[in-house]
C-alpha cells in the first residue's frame, strides 16, 4: 500500500477530508494530470494552481459535489477569474487532447532518471540519494549540504535550478514539460559539470567526464 492510500484510509477511518496539494506536482508533472492517480485514492479536495494557467495567474480548488456548500458565483473578489488566465489555462488543457504530451514527459523522465543514476554512481566518496518521478527530481545532498553551490555554479554556467529540503539540502529538477530531449541533455550535463565543479573545489574524489558545451568555446564579441 503507499503512503497515499495509507493517508486515505486514515482519513476515512477518522472521518477526515482528504485534501491535495496538486499546485506543484499536478498537471503532469509525475506524469498523469493529477500526482495522485496511480495511486486510486479519490480526494475529497484538489488545488491546482502554476502550471494550470501556463504561466498566468490562476488557481483552482476542485471540491467533492457531495460536500460542495459553495452556490454558483458565490465566491466571489475584485481580482477572481483573470481572463488572461483563462484563456491560457484553457490553451494548456489542449494537451491533454492526447498522449503526445504524456508519451514525451514519460520518455523525458526516462532521461533523467538515467543520468542522475549515472552522476549517483559517479559519486562514490560523496553519496548522493534521488528521488522523484516524471518531470520532479531531486538529489539529496545528505548532512554536509552543497546543494546550494551547485545551484550557484549552475546559474553560472547557464541553468537555473533551486534547492530544496529542510536544510536546502536537495538540489531540484523541475524542467519545463515541453523541454525537448536536446534540451534537457544540455542542462543535465551542465548539473553534471556544476556538481564536478563544486566538488572538485571540496577536494571530493569524482571521475566525471567534463563535457565542454559549445558556448565555450565561443569568444565574446566586444560591443562598442
Ligand atoms: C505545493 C504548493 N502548495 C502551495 C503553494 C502556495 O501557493 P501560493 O503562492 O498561492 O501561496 C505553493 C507555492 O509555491 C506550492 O508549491
Known amino acids: 500500500m503507499t503512503y497515499k492510500q495509507r493517508i486515505a484510509n486514515i482519513c476515512k477511518q477518522h472521518d477526515v477530508l482528504l485534501i491535495i496539494d496538486d499546485i506543484q506536482v499536478g498537471n503532469g508533472r509525475t506524469g498523469t494530470f493529477f500526482s495522485f492517480e496511480p495511486s486510486g485514492i479519490k480526494p475529497d479536495l484538489v488545488c491546482l494552481s502554476k502550471a494550470i494557467g501556463g504561466g498566468f495567474p490562476m488557481s483552482l480548488v476542485l471540491i467533492n459535489p457531495d460536500i460542495d456548500i459553495w452556490q454558483p458565483g ?6 477572481r477569474g483573470n481572463n488572461l488566465a483563462f484563456v491560457a489555462s484553457r490553451a494548456v488543457l489542449e494537451y ?3 498522449d503526445v504530451l504524456i508519451n514525451h514527459i514519460a520518455d523525458n523522465a526516462k532521461t533523467i532518471v538515467s543520468r542522475l543514476q549515472q552522476i549517483s554512481d559517479k559519486l ?3 553519496p548522493v540519494s534521488i528521488r522523484g518521478k516524471g518531470m520532479v527530481w531531486g538529489i539529496d545532498t545528505g548532512d554536509t549540504p552543497w546543494a546550494s553551490d551547485v545551484c550557484k ?3 553560472e554556467n547557464g541553468l537555473m535550478i533551486e534547492t530544496s529540503g529542510a536544510n536546502d539540502q536537495v ?5 519545463p514539460l515541453t523541454i525537448s530531449n536536446e534540451d534537457l541533455c544540455i542542462g543535465l550535463d551542465i548539473l553534471e559539470r556544476s556538481i564536478a565543479s563544486v566538488l572538485t573545489n571540496r577536494q571530493s574524489v569524482m571521475s566525471v567526464s567534463v563535457p565542454t558545451m559549445p558556448w565555450q568555446t565561443l569568444t565574446p564579441v566586444q560591443v562598442s
Open 74 to 79: 458565490q465566491h466571489t473578489g475584485t481580482f
Open 96 to 98: 491533454w487532447r492526447d
Open 124 to 126: 562514490t566518496s560523496t
Open 153 to 155: 555554479k549552475a546559474f
Open 171 to 175: 538540489i531540484k529538477l523541475l524542467p
